[in-house]
């Protein structure tokens, strides 16, 4: 067929002669990269040649490049049919993952997230909605403790509205729990494993209470009829298979009785022993922690720790001194320290200490002290302080007038730092480890 071909166009060229001559092709040297292209064919008589058509290495060369085109075309085509068939079976394979992904594997992951996460999860669906009443995503959420503790504060005159405030996403949540009661003073005392014991009426009453789930139990009346109390500490009851909860309370006159949630009754022991002086005073009511199996609390009058061990049950008292010129002292905890925080006050200025209790001397040692910038805004002002929680990361209220200035404090970071104004007053408060899963 090419013989044929060609001679045609050279019967063409002997009837007609050649046309002129084109110009000449600038030759360009080629760079590295270029890729250098043949100069096209001109037909002229001194430039003909006839090879071997049949073996022609052009003749290869021109199959070849067709070809390379020709499978270029047909690979992009193939390639994109490829890609929209993986995609479906992509799509339709993920959707036969997830329909066989386990239950409890979402539990797990779930469990896992943050609290407030996991209440706008709720809305996803029915079965996420309702897993707060699932006894597996219950076992889960026990093995997760949230790295810090939350904030619950209310006001005295709204006892059934309070504020939460969560340190890691620095917001305020705020709630409403249509159970406990509004004609008495209540105030939150102490808290364990997400839930907050309330006491009232002068004493005579307590409440537990799950802030995030509103479950609420009104406790049996108390058995002792001294109602003028200096300590109260709740612990989970983790030797119980039951689980459950015990609240211990500490009165004046040194008697004190134990409640625990598994039998609902308070039992009342006998007074503390010849060694710790009564009555028992505490100008800070309730403040006690929880270290190393003991329960700490302060006391006045003489001033100094008494401890209770809950394993042995012995009491202890510790005549430690005050520091000096301080005030508005509480009793923390972190890694089993004992620690102190409170107000100390030179001349005109007011500043917060924290102090640790070194155990050969019985004697308070200043560890850190709140920075200056932060000081100098009650600087010939008088300023109270109120520390809400006990362990590791602590809430402060520094009052003075109509200001009131929050700032968060981390034991073992040494860490200050400003909270966001809450739109309802402070008053009372306390630290809790938030849970979804914990009941009254």
């Not at 479906?88 to 959707?95: A, D, I, K, Y």
């Not at 996803?124 to 707060?132: D, H, I, P």
């Not at 917001?171 to 008495?184: H, Q, S, V």
């Not at 009829?225 to 119980?240: C, D, G, H, Y």
């Amino acid at each position: 067929m090419f013989r044929h071909l060609i001679d045609q166009v050279q019967h063409l060229v002997d009837l007609h002669g050649f046309p002129p001559p084109p110009p000449p092709i600038p030759t360009v040297p080629p760079s590295p990269t270029t890729t250098v292209l043949a100069p096209p064919l001109y037909l002229h008589d001194y430039r003909w040649c006839f090879g071997n058509l049949e073996n022609s290495v052009f003749e290869n060369n021109c199959e070849n490049v067709i070809m390379k085109v020709t499978k270029s075309k047909k690979t992009k085509k193939k390639q994109k049919q490829k890609q929209t068939e993986n995609s479906g079976s992509n799509e339709s394979l993920n959707e036969e993952i997830w329909r066989h992904f386990p239950e409890e594997l979402y539990e797990n992951v779930i469990a896992r997230l943050p609290i407030a996460t996991i209440f706008r999860f709720r809305s996803v669906c029915q079965n996420w909605n309702s897993l707060l009443t699932s006894n597996t995503f219950t076992r889960q959420c026990a093995r997760f403790i949230p790295p810090q503790p939350w904030f619950y504060i209310m006001t005295h005159e709204k006892a059934n509205a309070g504020a939460m405030y969560d340190p890691v996403s620095t917001k305020w949540y705020y709630l409403f729990i249509p159970k406990m009661p509004t004609e008495r003073i209540i105030s939150p005392v102490a808290s364990a494993g997400g839930l907050l014991c309330f006491h009232g009426n002068g004493g005579r009453s307590f409440f537990v209470c799950n802030p995030l789930t509103n479950t609420f139990k009104k406790l049996p009346d108390r058995l002792s009829s001294i109602w003028s109390i200096v300590a109260v500490e709740m612990i989970l009851n983790k030797k119980s298979n039951t689980g459950g909860y015990q609240i211990m309370l500490v009165a004046s006159n040194g008697e004190y009785e134990v409640y625990d949630s598994v039998i609902n009754k308070w039992t009342l022991v006998e007074s503390l022993p010849d060694c710790i002086k009564l009555p028992l005073s505490s100008k800070l009511r309730f403040n006690t922690v929880a270290a190393n199996g003991l329960i700490y609390f302060l006391r006045s009058d003489p001033y100094g720790i008494v401890s209770f061990d809950m394993e042995s049950k012995v009491w202890k008292q510790y005549l430690v001194p005050p520091p000096p010129l301080s005030r508005d002292l509480a009793l923390v905890e972190c890694g089993g320290r004992i620690m102190l925080v409170g107000l100390v006050t030179k001349s005109a200025a007011s500043s917060v200490s924290v102090w640790e209790l070194q155990k050969m001397t019985l004697l308070w040692k200043e560890v850190d002290r709140m920075p200056n910038v932060m000081s100098l805004e009650f600087y010939g002002k008088h300023v109270s302080l109120c520390c809400l929680g006990n362990s590791g990361l602590v809430m402060l209220s520094l009052v003075s007038g109509t200001m009131n200035r929050l700032i968060t404090y981390d034991i073992l970071k040494k860490e200050w730092l400003k909270v966001p104004d809450c739109a309802m007053g402070i008053a009372i408060g306390t630290a809790f480890h938030p849970s979804l899963t914990a009941i009254a």
